[in-house]
Nanobody, 126 residues
């Protein structure tokens, strides 16, 4: 049974940076697409970013493009989300997720991901 554990969230001022990490235990991490999603209070969960297996391709929501960077270290079974120039509207619980099935194509739909972490809170103050 694969488990995903996020870390790195916290409180930061607008314009600041945070780096989220998501460590996977079990499974063959390197064969799976990984994604980041977020959910703000009173809002639906939304896609943030995804990275292909092998890490050659990265994808971002328009709202974070140019500010966030996703990466992975398959030797450490970890995916990262570097978040720069944070804005108050980035405040949310951030979740990492593993896409269903190996060697898949990154997607923006949460329903395509079948393994989720518990989430880490990111709060950006103005």
């Amino acid at each position: 049974q694969v488990q995903l554990v996020e870390s790195g969230g916290g409180l930061v001022q607008a314009g600041g940076s945070l780096r989220l990490s998501c460590s996977a235990s079990g499974g063959t991490f390197r064969l799976f697409v990984m994604g980041w999603f977020r959910q703000a209070p009173g809002k639906e969960r939304e896609y943030v970013s995804a990275i292909s297996w092998r890490g050659g391709y990265t994808y971002y929501a328009d709202s974070v493009k140019g500010r966030f960077t996703i990466s992975r270290d398959d030797a450490k079974n970890t995916v990262y989300l570097q978040m720069n120039s944070l804005k108050p509207e980035d405040t949310a619980v951030y979740y990492c997720a593993r896409r269903r099935g190996t060697l898949g194509i990154p997607t923006t739909q949460s329903g395509d991901y079948d393994t989720w972490g518990q989430g880490t809170q990111v709060t950006v103050s103005s």
